[in-house]
């Protein structure tokens, strides 16, 4: 298996952070960890060799980034906009550093899925709803996609709000909305296990899916069992059976 470590500076962050790369071809999947996590969590919580497979066979290349949420919606200190208004800058590094470097790598023209677990799935619900241009493919795996709900604290302006699918989904509408009926896709996956309820990751994952039923976007449900923990064997098996659908 192919890979490679990169670091891509961001102006926006005023530091580099790291992408590594699985794969010599295939459609790309932009990874995003779980929370405070790094680009190389993925690979050793077992993530990335579920799929060698698919990555050998040239059907998938992966590319798994740091997070920003130390200095964002981790920052526990901080009232919940502000924490919003940071996650400005990492989205700056992901659209305009990190993009480019994937379509580079993968000579254009390929459409980029994201995915992650935990925290990693609210990011990858909320770039894709946000950005479908970029990314038509959301695969999220026991996610809490309300920022509110992470010990948040102090008033909530726009910038909490435009990060919310918890809040915005339900008040899309129009032609943005038409136009994510077309381009859009979802697949939303949690078990019914332990901490899936105490993380509020299994009410949440069936809120947001009544949010994209009511609008009609494009997306998929998927309760595994009461024996299905928030944890990563869950998140293993749970990869390794959705991702070979997608590539």
Request: glycine fraction near 10%; aromatic fraction near 12%.
């Amino acid at each position: 298996m192919r890979e490679r470590w990169v670091e891509l500076f961001s102006p926006a962050i005023g530091t580099a952070g790291s992408v590594v790369r699985y794969g010599h071809y295939g459609r790309p999947v932009l990874v995003f960890p779980s929370e405070q996590g790094r680009a190389g969590d993925f690979a050793n919580n077992g993530m990335v060799e579920a799929v060698k497979e698919l990555i050998d066979a040239g059907r998938v290349k992966l590319f798994c980034v740091d997070s920003y949420d130390a200095a964002s919606w981790a920052a526990r200190d901080l009232p919940l906009e502000e924490r919003a208004k940071r996650h400005a800058n990492f989205e700056s590094w992901i659209v305009d550093q990190v993009v480019p470097f994937i379509n580079e790598d993968v000579a254009g023209g390929a459409e980029i899925g994201v995915a992650g677990c935990s925290m990693g799935a609210f990011h990858a619900l909320n770039f894709a709803c946000k950005r479908a241009d970029l990314f038509p493919l959301a695969m999220c795996f026991s996610g809490n996609y309300d920022p509110s709900a992470w010990h948040g604290w102090g008033e909530r302006g726009d910038a909490a709000y435009f990060n919310s699918p918890a809040d915005y989904l339900g008040n899309l509408h129009g032609d943005h909305l038409d136009w994510l009926r077309t381009r859009l896709s979802v697949l939303l996956v949690c078990g019914q296990g332990q901490w899936e309820d105490t993380t509020g990751a299994l009410n949440s994952t069936r809120q947001v899916a009544g949010l994209l039923a009511d609008k009609g976007i494009r997306h998929e449900l998927d309760l595994w069992g009461y024996d299905v923990p928030h944890d990563w064997p869950s998140w293993r098996a749970q990869w390794a059976h959705h991702l070979p659908r997608f590539c």
